[in-house]
């Protein structure tokens, strides 16, 4: 018993879609309806990036993440170039039309936290509050999220459990 049972082809419920159909609804079997069963789909507006992959977790904003191990022995106050971290949408002029505070490139992360570190700027004219902070952590696995344009993401539940993610 499954999503088989309710609509022939994925490829059939995406060309529905889009045509601005409703997605599938029927009695399966066993005479249960597909929401009783717990196999079933859901769908939502897409978010501009892709959420992260499975066995993977988004990274904190601000931060900068590398893959990889943390270098030792540099110091007390050394500089890291480079890195990824999450970029917000926060144009505020209508270009993002509904997407700000959305993410335009989403970092995630996976294994091991292999160490941190944060980097102080001097200060300028002896003032603390001229001082810029960056902290960077290193992860087994760094994976950087773009968009891919979709607009519309579906889950499928299987056994009242998502099954599997897409987006079109």
């Known amino acids: 018993m499954g999503i088989a049972e309710c609509a022939p082809t994925v490829k059939e419920v995406l060309r529905d879609l889009s045509k601005g159909r409703g997605l599938p609804t029927c009695k399966l079997e066993s005479g249960l309806d597909s929401k009783t069963s717990g196999s079933y789909v859901t769908y939502a507006r897409a978010s501009y990036t892709p959420r992260c992959p499975k ?5 904190s904003d601000g ?10 022995g540099r110091g007390f106050n050394f500089r ?6 999450n970029i917000r949408i926060t144009d505020d002029e209508g270009l993002w039309r509904g997407r700000r505070g959305d993410y335009s490139q989403r970092v995630c992360v996976s294994g091991n936290n292999n160490g941190s570190h944060t980097w102080y700027s001097g200060s300028r004219y002896g003032r603390n509050s001229d001082y810029r902070r960056e902290t960077h952590t290193w992860y087994d696995l760094v994976s950087v999220m773009r968009p891919d344009g979709a607009t519309y993401e579906f889950t499928l539940h299987v056994d009242n459990a998502p099954y599997s993610m897409h987006r079109f």
């Open 80 to 85: 890291v170039s480079g890195g990824s971290q």
């Open 55 to 59: 066995g993977y977790a988004q990274g």
């Open 63 to 72: 931060v900068f993440y590398h893959q990889g191990t943390r270098p030792e």
